[in-house]
């Protein structure tokens, strides 16, 4: 046997604890023993066995706890209990409460020998069956990322074409042909835009970001980002403020995951806004969290959309309006908030705008 498996024996009687051994040691098992469910489970967790044989009736504990504490500490052990002729019934329920088998007494060297290679073979489909559950995970998080780093590399090489004929270095181009390529331009945008979704999507399922989580600033966040968007705010008439910040502004956070949280909001609330309507964020230390709300005078979400919008692919559908995004960024900036154990929360109006508040867990206090 290449792989040298354990068994610890819990039986009060002596005997019974001998026998089985000199068996299961011929074998080539390793093997432990315990004379009563205390020690019993002082051991489980000591050595941390792959099959452990139960006696059903011992002074102290009985059998049927130990087999509970037994599953609660590993799932994955193979538990086999130990009958005497009377206690058929708790047999069945020793089965009902996740057993493996039973070994009714007196029992023969061959019958115990059947028994364990029986659960040997299933705890070998049990893991065989979890590498492969992980292989297909792993296959399905890097065919996500691959395909999409092959796709966008070279979308990203036809866009700079784009540009250098826009751009009248390799010759004049006619109106007619710059607004067609104009139109072909943002197309490929909007799927560049998409690609990076799907991106963003297959790094959030890795789980990374709690693990990066520090004390970090949102006014500083936020700051940062209207900065960078107040151009193209000005450009479309819209006024950005950020009210003063009164109290702590400091999460538990992860920095460039939450910057596209944030700038998520802040781009939906300029994309959705009315010509000289306005934007104004508010950032709050409350009792549990840091809130802060992105209030804008844009067009609203009526009421039976609200409870999609932040669904994977979900556009609220407008006449006269075409869809500006991928439907992807309010779902991102869910999982992201999800992450970090805060919520996400919309009110919102139609005609008259919408308040998106993010609410993040503070830091601990040293
Ligand atoms: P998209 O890429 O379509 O912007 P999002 O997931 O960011 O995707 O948003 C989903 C939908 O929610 C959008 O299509 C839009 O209709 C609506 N929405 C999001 N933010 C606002 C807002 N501030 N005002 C009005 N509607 C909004």
């Known amino acids: 046997m290449e792989e040298q498996l354990k068994v610890l024996i819990i039986d009060d009687e002596e005997s019974m604890r001998d026998s089985c051994s000199l068996i299961l040691i011929k074998d080539g098992y ?119 780093h092959q796709l966008r590399s070279p979308l990203v090489t036809i866009g700079q074409y784009f540009e250098v004929i826009l751009g009248g270095i390799v010759g004049d181009v006619a109106t007619k042909q710059k607004e067609m390529i104009l139109k072909a331009k943002d197309r490929l945008e909007g799927l560049l835009e998409l690609i990076n979704d799907w991106l963003d999507i297959a790094r959030l399922s890795n789980g990374q970001i709690l693990e990066k989580r520090k004390s970090i600033s949102i006014g500083e966040i936020v700051e940062k980002i209207v900065d960078f968007i107040r151009p193209q705010a000005e450009k479309a008439g819209i006024s950005v403020k950020i009210l003063p910040i009164k109290d702590s502004d400091k999460v538990l956070g992860d920095k460039e995951s939450l910057e596209q949280v944030f700038s998520n909001l802040i781009n939906n609330a300029i994309k959705y806004n009315k010509s000289n309507g306005s934007i104004s964020i508010t950032i709050e230390e409350q009792k549990n969290c840091i809130a802060t709300s992105i209030k804008d005078t844009g067009i609203g979400i009526a009421k039976e959309h609200l409870p999609m919008i932040f669904d994977q692919f979900y556009q609220v559908s407008r006449t006269g309006q075409k869809g500006k995004g991928s439907g992807l960024g309010l779902s991102i900036a869910k999982k992201i908030v999800d992450l970090h154990n805060g919520s996400i929360d919309v009110e919102s109006k139609e005609g008259v705008g919408s308040t998106f508040t993010v609410c993040l867990p503070k830091p601990e206090k040293t």
């Not at 409460?97 to 705890?123: N, V």
């Open 30 to 148: 390793l093997i432990d023993t315990a004379e009563n469910g205390n020690e019993g489970l002082k051991k489980l967790e000591e050595w941390h066995p792959e099959f452990v044989l139960i006696d059903l009736k011992m002074p102290g504990i009985d059998g049927l706890e130990v087999l509970e504490k037994v599953k609660e500490f590993d799932s994955e052990i193979i538990p086999i209990v130990i009958t005497g002729y009377a206690t058929v019934e708790s047999a069945v329920e020793a089965m009902k409460r996740g057993a493996y088998d039973f070994l009714p007494k007196p029992f023969t060297p061959e019958e115990l020998r059947i028994i364990i290679k029986r659960g040997l073979e299933r705890r070998n489909l049990i893991k065989e069956a979890e590498s492969l559950r992980r292989e297909k995970k792993l296959i399905e998080e890097n065919f996500i990322t691959m395909v999409t």
